[in-house]
């Protein structure tokens, strides 16, 4: 008896030890394992295109087998990569379904040791999978207005998700009238290395209005209307909008006629105010080359006398250019409208909305929708501090007074300050103007160990194609020991696409805190018990290429993962020019008579595919919406279209353990009354690694602690005293 007894116990034991490694642990629990692994792969997937996925093991030995299983509707389809190294990425297979919109997904990472222990995690966050990629297009028209009766020229330029040219079939491509009837199609046309061109004859009947050609899921405009090309055409230029105190408004008439040579003639402008009591303005002036420039004082239009009490928002100036040709007589007129405002600029926090203990923070104040001098301007900037709860705040401010340069951003520094600080909230305000404000509330990066990590981009050469970069890491060091090695990660993505993935090895050197030798004269306010002073930080500098392609910006995410477990990360977004290619033209002549030949020279850096369109300068003379295919065109079109579904994951750990409540009784029920006042919510006060790996814009599946930030256990909104601030569930959203 007692050996089928003690056999039992021993078969329990190793059911639960192979249970227990593959168990999912996405770190809502409090368990601290510090072997595992962290996997990243994009929040959205496309039917039928690999993804790139990164996964780093840790304290784990090699070799490694690593299996993604991807469920989609019941079917299982597995993706085994065998790793020689801790860290790499590699990609997952993806199948080809037709869907017509996105469907969800899960996904499953299994990490088999060669000893055969296996550890396994699954995403949490949802995953959407969606249609094939089509191919796009570009659709670009001669000109934007044509007359009943002219010839449409127009082409396309079809490009794959690499933006090189490709020749596959365009299904349909049709033209429809303002009525949406379509009067001319074409079907499966192939394109000669990704350009088509094509002609289609107005007829003399055809409908006036707005016209559209389409071709497979793009649609351009253009118009047909019976018109006559003036003689020459107003530029009007004026301030969209004047403050109400400013000195002066100038107004700039210009005429030119289609060829670009300027009008000669007489200026005339007119201004008239939304307001009865104010008189118009009359002012007539000679063009000298073309232009006229008006300069209206504030005692002439009267602006300065409006009560600021009274004061409409709906107000504003019309402003009314004539120009008289000489010799001829002939007149054209352009007008438009200048807004009134109360402020003469706006305050705008640019600042990180996360603040790390134990590390100054550095913010900037912007100034924007200038419209007056802000040579003498100066700005107050306070800050005030919540302590261990959101509603918390301390009743004395810190603050400052700043003067504006003429970049018109302030740039602002706060003492670092302790774990116990939980929320910083930020006013600031114009001294010459009380209606000029902005708010700001930077909340805490939680760490239970005090492990943090924070980057700066070191400037490089201004170079659009340039693939090195550096950064300054800063690291706290009071959880390691001189000598401690760090092995830290980093992934880069661009867009939705995850590039590349790699590592620095990190030997801990503490440097003695107390020699700092930092100007404290720039930081905001006093020195108080809640500062933090001589926190052991240590820097080091991470360079890395990008080798692949990308658009406009990438993500950086780098991470290290603690003895205990913990995820410790930091992300940082920069936005670059678009590398392009070089290219450069010229005319061999620079005035021809009509009828002559003319010579385009083009000049290209490296080989490249090349198309010209030639256009009366006289149709864009009247048409303003013509678009040409442009770098800036093709960014748009190829913009992501994927959106993220919203996760519903509980991204806080819950510390209040549950309770049996005992019988109900009626003294049982006055007792759960009175305590109310308290409640667990699904909401945090912090961020932490989790919120940083999301704003990352990747899903992280991992069996080590990721979630770590405690709940909001405080009163329910309607019992918090007067005066005190509401915990909000918005505020807690790190974007």
Not at 288 to 317: H, P, R, W
């Amino acid at each position: 008896m007692y050996k089928f007894v003690i056999i039992a116990v021993l078969l329990q034991i190793c059911l639960s030890k192979n249970i227990f490694n593959l168990k999912s642990n996405n770190n809502i629990g409090t368990r601290k394992k510090a072997t595992g692994f962290v996997f990243s792969m994009p929040k959205t997937l496309v039917s039928g295109k690999n993804e790139t996925v990164c996964i780093s093991l840790h304290e784990l030995n090699l070799p490694a087998k690593v299996l993604v299983d991807l469920k989609w509707k019941e079917k299982h389809h597995t993706t085994l990569k065998n790793l020689d190294s801790d860290s790499g990425c590699f990609e997952i297979k993806v199948p080809l379904k037709r869907i017509v919109e996105a469907q969800f997904v899960s996904v499953r990472v299994q990490v088999q040791m060669r000893h055969q222990e296996i550890y396994s995690a699954h995403n949490y966050d949802p995953i959407l999978i969606y249609p094939s990629l089509q191919n796009k297009v570009l659709i670009e028209t001669d000109r934007g207005l044509y007359k009943p009766g002219d010839t449409l020229k127009f082409r396309i330029l079809q490009l794959d998700r690499d933006f090189l040219p490709i020749s596959t079939k365009i299904s349909n491509i049709c033209i429809k009238n303002p009525m949406g009837i379509t009067v001319m199609a074409w079907e499966n046309i192939t394109p000669d290395r990704g350009l088509v061109s094509f002609d289609y004859q107005l007829v003399p009947e055809s409908m006036i209005g707005k016209w559209k050609l389409q071709a497979e899921n793009q649609t351009t405009t253009f118009e047909v209307a019976k018109y006559n090309v003036p003689r020459f055409k107003i530029d009007l230029k004026y301030p969209k909008s004047i403050y109400y105190k400013t000195k002066s408004i100038n107004i700039l008439v210009c005429g030119k006629y289609s060829n670009n040579k300027p009008v000669a003639g007489i200026a005339f402008i007119k201004i008239s105010h939304s307001f009865s009591n104010m008189k118009s303005i009359n002012e007539l002036k000679e063009m000298v080359n073309g232009c006229a420039e008006f300069q209206i004082d504030k005692a002439t239009f009267g602006v300065e006398s409006l009560n600021e009490k009274m004061f409409d928002s709906k107000k504003y100036l019309q402003i009314t250019a004539t120009i008289t040709e000489h010799g001829t007589n002939k007149m054209d007129v352009a007008s438009g409208k200048s807004k009134i405002l109360l402020k003469g600029y706006n305050l705008k926090f640019n600042s990180n909305p996360m603040f790390i203990p134990g590390m100054p923070y550095e913010g900037q104040l912007k100034l924007t929708n200038i419209i007056t001098s802000i040579e003498d301007e100066v700005v107050e900037i306070c800050y005030n501090l919540a302590i261990k709860k959101s509603w918390n705040y301390l009743n004395k401010e810190q603050c400052r007074n700043y003067s504006i340069p003429k970049t018109g951003i302030v740039a602002f520094k706060l003492w670092p300050v302790k774990t116990n600080v939980l929320h910083v909230s930020l006013h600031a305000k114009s001294l010459n103007n009380s209606l000029i404000t902005d708010d700001f509330l930077i909340v805490r990066l939680f760490s239970p160990s005090s492990s943090y990590i924070k980057m700066e981009k070191i400037p490089s050469e201004k170079n659009a194609c340039y693939i090195h970069y550096q950064y300054k890491v800063a690291y706290s060091t009071d959880h390691f020991n001189n000598g401690d090695n760090i092995t830290f990660y980093y992934t880069i993505k661009s867009s939705l696409e995850i590039l590349e993935m790699g590592k620095h090895n990190q030997t801990v050197q503490k440097t003695d805190t107390n020699s700092n030798n930092e100007d404290t004269s720039e930081y905001l306010g006093e020195v108080h018990k809640y500062v933090k002073l001589g926190a052991n930080i240590e820097h080091f500098t991470l360079n890395f290429q990008i080798k692949k392609k990308f658009l406009t910006g990438y993500q950086l995410l780098i991470y290290y993962v603690t003895k205990d477990g913990e995820t410790v990360a930091a992300t940082k977004t920069d936005e670059i020019e678009p590398c392009s290619l070089q290219i450069s033209s010229n005319w061999s002549q620079t005035q021809l008579l009509p009828g002559t030949m003319a010579t385009l020279n083009i000049k290209s850096a490296s080989p490249a595919l090349c198309a010209i369109s030639v256009t009366d300068k006289a149709s864009k003379f009247i048409s303003a919406n013509h678009q040409n295919v442009s770098l800036d065109r093709i960014l748009k079109v190829f913009s992501p279209e994927r959106e993220s579904a919203k996760s519903g994951r509980n991204s806080c750990v819950s510390n209040q353990p549950r309770r049996n409540a005992g019988p109900s009784s009626v003294q049982n029920m006055e007792h759960l009354l009175k305590r109310r006042k308290r409640h667990i919510y699904s909401f945090a006060e912090d961020y932490d690694a989790y919120d940083i790996f999301s704003k990352f814009g990747t899903i992280t599946i991992t069996n080590l602690q990721l979630i770590t930030k405690p709940c909001y256990n405080g009163p329910l909104v309607e019992d918090l005293p007067p005066g005190k601030l509401k915990p909000t569930v918005n505020l807690y959203k790190y974007h």
